[in-house]
């Protein structure tokens, strides 16, 4: 049940760009072609085309993927309509974080799910796409997570693009999870599950696989590795225009000019945007003189050189974060996309790309926001006189107001100061009548003066909150369950606490609950 909701500009967390795209302000509109509403998201369908061949390759590599993996019947049809002219998609995407790694990856996927069964039409089915980051190397980002406020890390060092990382030592990772998620009416089940879907014998991009398909499969959620020989064949010619022409660097770069006078840049186009691939590494490629050399010890290439690998060996190549999203309008029908702020205000430096490499760009969408607040926690907030939009306000602000609204003495001393400048005031009037020398003497002491009573003010503040101690330590104790670390709690908890608590149930209550059409900060009942 929802128990509040805010926009996201009120809850102080998110970067102007995020309630400005929102909002649609004309400084941002130029940025993309189709706005965040229903109406736009009709546009972009009546206007997506998709070209047959690619999706008979599309679908070849579904089937490949999907092979060895149990199959939900509502993803069957849904690889059954994907292969019909016409089908389109709705996508989100995520690093392979451990364990699906914080809230919001979830609510990514039930956004995703909940899109495409609002688009859907007897006439045209949109299916729910979850894009795995497989090819992404930063390790230290997807390692770990945070159970019960605990930490999990999966030990080990970085070796390339994750999703090909076997899972050593995954087992006593998985013996910490089995004690931190402690009892509970699903707690063995997703004990059971967890042992099943990682292991030491998968990757990391497999044991993904398996386990967003065993929660999320019975929703019709599609789950794609674009980490395919067959998928970057289709790619391939938007990579040999970057290499060739510099076309992501020229292009972004112009966006950023234009986006740099309101907003911060979110990322950096290179002159060749692309890594390679190679055992144990995802390097990147830089021109030195005359030759394409990969770093980390890489092969070197001439242009001839590296154009023959890029035709015979297009799996050989990894787009990065500014051409990863064309990659994903190159292979799929898509006609949104679902993502955080960070992605969006990296999505909304494509525009130019996408019209230089003549792909469609997607109706993009913020994802949902979205916390958790037990009944303990809201009866301590209401006993101090807050409302849940209340919380979101800056930490140290909120407490110096509950201390001052309970302490049994007032703090304020705007009375004394209104006074005090009247007082020095006419002192100033009276000594510049006898001599105007002694201003500057008047000026000094009526400083002076309101210094010792700001000095004064933080004193008396202090005061009522060594009074109030017990007070703000039950806002404190709310602060750390709704913002656990000082951020928001779906970036720092993962979803098995209260999937231990309600099973798939809790799943069939954030599809109800999260609408990623609604551009507001959900606050839910625990």
């Known amino acids: 049940m929802s128990l509040a909701t805010l926009s996201y500009r009120e809850t102080g967390r998110f970067t102007p760009l995020v309630p400005d795209y929102l909002d649609q302000v004309p400084a941002l509109q130029e940025f993309y072609k189709w706005p965040p509403t229903a109406e736009g998201l009709a546009d972009a369908a ?3 085309t998709f070209d047959p061949a690619t999706r008979t390759v599309l679908c070849a590599a579904l089937e490949r993927q999907y092979a060895d993996l149990p199959m939900h019947a509502e993803v069957r049809r849904n690889l059954d309509h994907l292969a019909r002219q016409g089908t389109l998609t709705v996508t989100t995407g995520h690093q392979l974080c451990v364990f699906t790694g914080p809230l919001y990856v979830p609510f990514k996927l039930l956004n995703v799910i909940k899109l495409a069964r609002t688009l859907s039409t007897p006439e045209r089915s949109v299916v729910p796409v979850f894009w795995m980051a497989t090819e992404d190397h930063d390790r230290a980002e997807i390692d770990h997570t945070y159970i019960n406020g605990k930490k999990v890390q999966w030990p080990g060092e970085a070796g390339g693009a994750v999703g090909r990382m076997h899972l050593d030592g995954i087992e006593a990772v998985l013996r910490q999870v089995d004690e931190l998620l402690g009892p509970g009416s699903h707690a063995d089940e997703l004990r059971e599950l967890l042992h099943s879907c990682y292991r030491p014998e998968y990757t990391l991009a497999d044991a993904t696989r398996r386990f967003v398909n065993a929660l999320f499969g019975r929703f019709g959620l599609v789950i794609l590795d674009a980490d395919e020989a067959g998928l970057k064949t289709a790619f391939a010619p938007v990579m040999r225009e970057d290499l060739l022409n510099e076309v992501a660097s020229r292009s972004v770069q112009y966006a950023d000019g234009k986006l740099a006078g309101h907003y911060k840049v979110q990322a950096h186009a290179r002159a060749i945007n692309l890594f390679h691939l190679r055992p144990a590494h995802r390097s990147r490629i830089e021109l030195q003189g005359e030759r394409y050399q990969v770093l980390d010890g890489g092969p070197s290439f ?10 015979q060996h297009p799996e050989n190549f990894s787009p990065n974060v ?5 990659y994903q309008e190159v292979v799929l029908p898509n006609i949104a996309y679902v993502g955080g702020g960070g992605e969006l205000a990296y999505w909304l430096q494509l525009r130019w790309l996408f019209q230089a490499v003549q792909v469609p760009m997607p109706v993009l969408l913020l994802r949902t926001s979205a916390a958790f607040i037990g009944a ?4 301590r907030a209401e006993k101090l006189g807050l409302r849940i939009p209340d ?3 800056p930490a140290d602000d909120l407490r110096a107001e509950v201390a001052k609204a309970r302490a049994s003495f007032t ?3 705007t009375t004394e100061r209104g006074a005090a400048e009247a007082y020095y005031a006419a002192l100033a009037q009276r000594a510049k009548a006898a001599d105007p020398t002694l201003n500057g003497s008047v000026e000094a002491l009526a400083k002076r003066a309101l210094h010792g009573l700001d000095r004064l003010e933080k004193k008396l503040l202090r005061a009522a909150k060594r009074q109030q ?13 709704l913002f656990p670390g000082g951020g928001l709690q779906e970036r720092h908890e993962n979803f098995m606490p209260w999937y231990v608590r309600e099973g798939p149930a809790f799943f069939d209550r954030m599809l109800a609950a999260l609408d990623p059409l609604d551009p507001r900060f959900q606050v839910l009942e625990q």
């Open 411 to 413: 703090t304020d001393i």
């Open 391 to 393: 919380l979101f306000k």
């Open 322 to 326: 500014l051409l990863r999203p064309v």
């Open 376 to 379: 303990n926690d809201l009866s």
């Open 46 to 48: 009546k206007a997506r």
């Open 302 to 311: 001439t242009l001839d050189g590296l154009l023959q690998e890029l035709e």
């Open 469 to 481: 101690q017990e007070p703000l330590d039950q806002l404190d104790r709310v602060l750390d369950h």
